[in-house]
């Protein structure tokens, strides 16, 4: 089969801001406790860091990554992991009903994030807390001045500020699972006071308020309206989540989970444009897609665990090839929607439904999912250009027009480089893609990478950690290049 793939350099959607390639690490399961973190661990390092985890995070350079949840953070007292770990209390921790030992807090957390070279985004809770406390963790990170925060954070060893920069108020807050949720009119005026008092203490960070927890809560749309009316001018994004699956073995329809996603985007979007036009602002509120990825692999198991242990195995996922070129075709969308998305953490990054695994005690491995993620993170960095395909479609779900080839173009014009991401969804045939790239001048193939296998379950694992990997494609010749059946490619050039 045959499709085209059109980009003009000259039709630009937005730049990219880096942080559309963020991750996200909880406090739940074993994504801090045997994941980023295991002081017994062969390759710990002076704090207790697995530096084979670390190493790979690195390399994939992780902007950002969000912390310390989640459900987590509706019920956490950041002050618990902070100072003498002698000191420090263990803890039910009442959203994953799990015993937290807060061996890990933001004093450890930020030097992590520095030793992988990423920023954080720290959440507040807005559940069993409030606008105070969330000012006081603001200053105990981030100011400078002779008071009391600040200085309890001198006395801890860190005389410099960890100056945070992106902050989350609260999490997931209209969901009926979170400590303490609450209704909108509640969370809009909690948010909208805590939002005051944060950038009182800092007047450079900016805010993300909760938007629904995902487009099929009852009270989506409303809620966005309830909450921007009210804190429109103290916020900067609104947060989206939002998880996929293939629980029908419908793999068909579960190439097309991106199409859901488009569509969530711009529904929000418009909520945002409506508000800004009914207060009438010349402010715009951008989007913080700050949880997304495939989740269903492990719900049955998790039911399983017992309550009150100390980093349980929980949402442990393990990624089928399928898995791995839906999250290219997601991927692809945040990407064709630059303009609006700004942030975006694919959630979790060790462990808990993540790209990367270990073993306690012994190796990690490198989940099907990890490597359009790691692609994106590496070549995804420049200009979002607007991209035509066309393409073949099939129906599926309850949709009718499925395009087989599902396409993002991005151009770093700093770097002489353009980057073309293409997942083919035709599970039978290879697509011969021509390529039309206008006003980009003589631009050359230097790498063409493609992910693919032929059992489409096919998972990688501690035994057998390469049996998914990207192998070199043919590359683009005469201005065609091609995708074999169900695969991922990343094809770059350079002029």
């Known amino acids: 089969m045959k499709a085209k793939i059109s980009a003009n350099k000259n039709k630009t959607i937005s730049q990219i801001d880096k942080r559309l390639y963020s991750s996200f690490i909880e406090h739940l399961g074993r994504a801090v406790y045997h994941g980023i973190y295991e002081p017994e661990h062969a390759t710990a390092d002076d704090m207790g860091f697995r530096q084979d985890v670390m190493k790979v995070i690195k390399e994939m350079e992780i902007p950002m990554v969000r912390y310390p949840g989640g459900n987590f953070v509706s019920g956490y007292h950041w002050e618990d992991g902070t100072g003498d ?88 807050m209209d969901g009926p699972w979170q400590i303490c949720h609450k209704t909108a009119t509640e969370y809009a005026r909690t948010a909208c006071e805590a939002a005051k008092i944060m950038k009182w203490v800092d007047d450079s960070i900016e805010l993300v308020a909760c938007g629904s927890s995902h487009q099929n809560m009852p009270t989506f749309g409303e809620w966005e309206e309830t909450v921007l009316r009210e804190a429109y001018e103290h916020i900067d994004y609104l947060s989206m989540h939002e998880y996929y699956g293939n629980p029908d073995d419908d793999t068909a329809k579960y190439l097309s989970c991106s199409m859901d996603m488009e569509d969530f985007i711009k529904k929000v979007g418009a909520i945002c444009d409506k508000i800004k036009e009914e207060k009438k602002s010349d402010k715009d509120i951008y989007l913080s897609f700050d949880e997304w990825n495939i989740w269903f692999h492990s719900a049955e198991q998790d039911k399983k665990q017992e309550k009150w242990q100390i980093a349980p195995p929980l949402l442990e996922d393990i990624y089928t090839m399928e898995d791995a070129l839906a999250v290219g075709c997601l991927l692809n969308t945040l990407i064709r929607n630059a303009d609006r998305v700004k942030i975006a953490c694919l959630a979790q990054l060790v462990n808990v439904i993540a790209p990367i695994m270990t073993a306690n005690g012994g190796d990690m491995w490198l989940q099907t999912i990890f490597y359009p993620f790691m692609y994106a ?13 066309e393409s073949e479609t099939y129906a599926a779900g309850e949709r009718d027009a499925i395009p087989y ?34 006003e980009f001048g003589q631009f050359k193939c230097v790498e063409h990478m493609v992910l693919n296998h032929d059992d489409m379950k096919a998972t990688n694992s501690l035994e057998h950690p390469d049996n998914v990997v990207p192998h070199k494609g043919s590359g683009a010749a005469e201005g065609v290049v091609t995708l074999e059946p169900h695969s991922y490619n990343m094809i770059r050039f350079y002029n």
């Not at 993170?377 to 395909?389: F, H, K, L």
């Not at 993002?408 to 011969?432: C, H, I, K, P, W």
Request: aromatic share 8%; hydrophobic share 35%; proline share 2%.
């Open 405 to 438: 080839v599902d396409s993002s173009v991005v151009y770093n014009e700093e770097r002489g480089e353009l980057t073309v991401f293409a997942v083919n969804r035709n599970m039978d045939e290879q697509m011969d893609v021509s390529l039309n790239l206008e």
């Open 85 to 172: 770990k002698a000191k420090r209390p263990h803890r039910m921790e009442l959203a994953w009903s799990s015993v937290e030992t807060n061996e890990v807090g933001i004093d450890e957390f930020q030097e992590w994030a520095k030793r992988v070279d990423t920023e954080i985004m720290m959440a507040v809770n807005l559940g069993t807390r409030g606008p105070e406390e969330a000012g006081q963790v603001v200053e105990y990170c981030n100011a400078v001045t002779d008071t009391y925060y600040a200085n309890m954070r001198r006395e801890n060893g860190f005389d410099k500020p960890f100056a945070i920069h992106t902050w989350c108020l609260g999490n997931e």
């Open 377 to 389: 993170c590496r070549y995804g960095r420049g200009t979002s250009v607007e991209v035509n395909v």
